[in-house]
């Protein structure tokens, strides 16, 4: 079998083009095969273009490259497609939140729930449709990997859209660090099993996590090591963190125990959930525990983003020597999978993708991420149980508002988009929710297609 084929669409993202860049030279597996980066923005192609020339010169691989804005010239042959653009994220971003704030919404990310979900599956979709259209006329049999959020809504879109392609999306939420232990690691250190570093894999192969939820809204539904069930001690370790590092986190730990006081099942990624539910939006009566939610700053991650590109124009520039960026970064989520489906590795991730039963109360098609075999033949959920009453009906009304978004963006219906934003757990009434809408298509045009200004759309 030939070395695999990997495109990044949005090679400039910044988040994850230069990981894939360490991943597609460091593989055994990938590095005889191609890497081609595809970016819209010329200026920051060659960049990673360069930068990635001169990691593969640095390491003497026989990794082939290829770079063009234009998706078509390189797609053909492809094995791997892997979808990471967006359009002025934190600009559009920060838009979002601000205008919601205006009508009682407090989003802290603003890109998957409330209207700032919507509005980016909005902006971002249509391209992804444009980017699949093209998968299957030039490369029908790759395999597309969706990095960019919302993740469930434009997993759901290629799910009920592009029933043919072969697709599944991700997030790192749940995956940072070496070899992808991530949270797993973290809850061994919490339930005092070893220290995160001390974390390997024989403790990895003894240690069981499941949880599941739509993206940015997991709950840990098992934790066990040697049969011992583990979610106590997680629990308690978390309610036992010094007060000052609850206050660094704006009260993450905090709000998560709370859902975990009220509900019995811990939040699994807590800086997205406050997000989901409206318990912390700032609407009490009663005064409560912890502040409402600090939006989005678009100005902080415009600032990181010109700190990153410093970094990479002295990588380019030689001002920094290659060498170091071997020790800068590490695995790619995306990149470390397709290794896995290609080398039949047997390792296991959390993906997102269609829950097959792996949720006994919930249906086979809902968009959830779950913890997963994978290989060639795609994602296969690892069985997990019931989700618990309560945070099932908020997992079902996010799923609802997700499918919801996807349809309407792909049918350009303004019924079906105000729908899914009233179905939205954030939403506070009818009239404001009419009067947002007005106000994000005013703000948001040059980035929306124009067919949501057409006066029967």
Known sequence: ???????????????????????????????????ALVDTDANRL???????????????????????????????GADFVVLSFAYKNAHFRGVDCELA??????????DTIGPGGVYRAMREYPE?????????????????LNYINPAAVHGIGLMRH????KSFALCDGQSYGPGFYGLKREYAALAGICTKEQYDQRIDREMQVLTAGPNHFTWLIRAEYRGEDLVPKIAAAQRERPPDEVEKTWGVFGRGLELYDAFGCLPTNMWHTQEYVRFWQGHNQTQQKYAPLTLFSALEREAWTRRVWERVDAYVSGAAP????????????????????????GKRYFINTANRGAITNMASDAFLELYCDVDLDGPRPVPIGPMPRGVRAMCETVLDTHELTAEAIYRQD??????ALLTDPLAQ?????????SDLFQAEREALPEHWFQVNS
């Open 101 to 110: 704030a205006k009508y009682g919404i407090r989003m802290i990310s603003g």
């Open 414 to 419: 303004r019924a079906l988009l105000r729908r």
């Open 429 to 437: 009434s009818i009239e404001d929710t009419d009067a947002l809408m």
């Open 1 to 35: 079998m030939q070395p695999p084929k990997v495109v990044i669409l949005g090679a400039g993202s910044l988040f994850f083009g230069r990981n894939s860049i360490w991943q597609m030279v460091h593989s055994g597996h990938l590095r005889r095969g191609t890497l």
């Open 322 to 345: 290659i060498a170091e960026f071997d020790t800068e970064f590490g695995p790619d989520l995306a990149t470390d999978i397709i290794e896995c489906m290609w080398a039949k590795l």
């Open 162 to 165: 592009f029933p043919g392609l």
């Open 128 to 144: 992804i449709v444009r980017a699949c259209q093209d998968v299957q006329e030039l490369c029908s049999g790759a395999w597309v």
């Open 46 to 76: 060659s960049k990673m273009a360069r930068l990635a020339r001169l990691v593969i010169e640095h390491h003497r691989v026989p990794l082939k490259l290829e770079a063009s804005t234009n998706r078509r010239d390189v797609l053909e």
